[in-house]
């Protein structure tokens, strides 16, 4: 009986042990830390009730210091793919789960009423970008601008939505974006713009997860986001974080594995070695 006791004892110690951890959610920032958190708060808090498994929101002032810290594995779950960079294999994330919705683009634009025409017009011109290790705002315009003999000079601004509010104020002549980012910030600042080069679809951002995080723990947390807008208290909370950004449906989350990523991690690699990193 004692030991039978025990044993129960030791169960209800681990799980007592499992709620009471916080997990970090990591989320890149491509907008301000204030749309950001409206945008996400909401959503984290409804996977922790349904999950059982208490998350945080983990952010950083830019996408540079974000891209960083998850490099070093500090963020147990992130919403980025910034884990295909090269250098970021050694803290190993897990691809669970996606972003619904339509494939996004990279896209270098311009203001509607630049009278550059072509990427050889920006040849020596700076060119703004979110940062030096984004996706489909830097390493697929970049990958463009090198196949087609270009040489500009890069401005990074900070995030996605940093860097377009430099092209609406006629700072650069020219960005590189996350086609999906830009229409939506143009639809909230009446912003109208032009795209001189536009990629192949690629996936969305992945939920991803860090080795250390017990598997139970991970399914949990992609159940509930994947089930999120089957339910309609976490509708409701997908559709008011949506309009607060003008983002179109689908809304929420769908299942996602790493294969299912490799055109990306291969746009990096194809960057990164030729410049060098």
Known sequence: MH????VALCFFLAGVTQAETTYSFGVLPQRSAVLTAQYWNPILNYASGKSGVRLELGIRKSAEEFSEAEGRGEF???HSNHVFIPD???AAYRVIGRAAGVPIHGQIVVPEASAVKSLRELEGREVGFPSKNAFVGYAAPMSALIQAGVSVTPVFGSNQEGVMAQLRSGAIP??????????EYA?????RYRALWTSEPYLDLPVAVHPRVPVP???AVRDALVSMAADPEGLKILKASAAGIKQQTPWGFVPALDAEYRNQREVYRIVWKKEGR
Request: no cysteine.
């Open 76 to 78: 147990d779950f992130v």
């Open 3 to 6: 030991r039978i006791l025990a």
């Open 187 to 191: 639809a909230r600042e009446n912003f």
């Open 174 to 183: 020219a960005a590189g974006v996350n086609s999906r980012v830009m229409k």
């Open 217 to 219: 723990v991970a399914q």
């Open 88 to 90: 970021h294999a050694a």
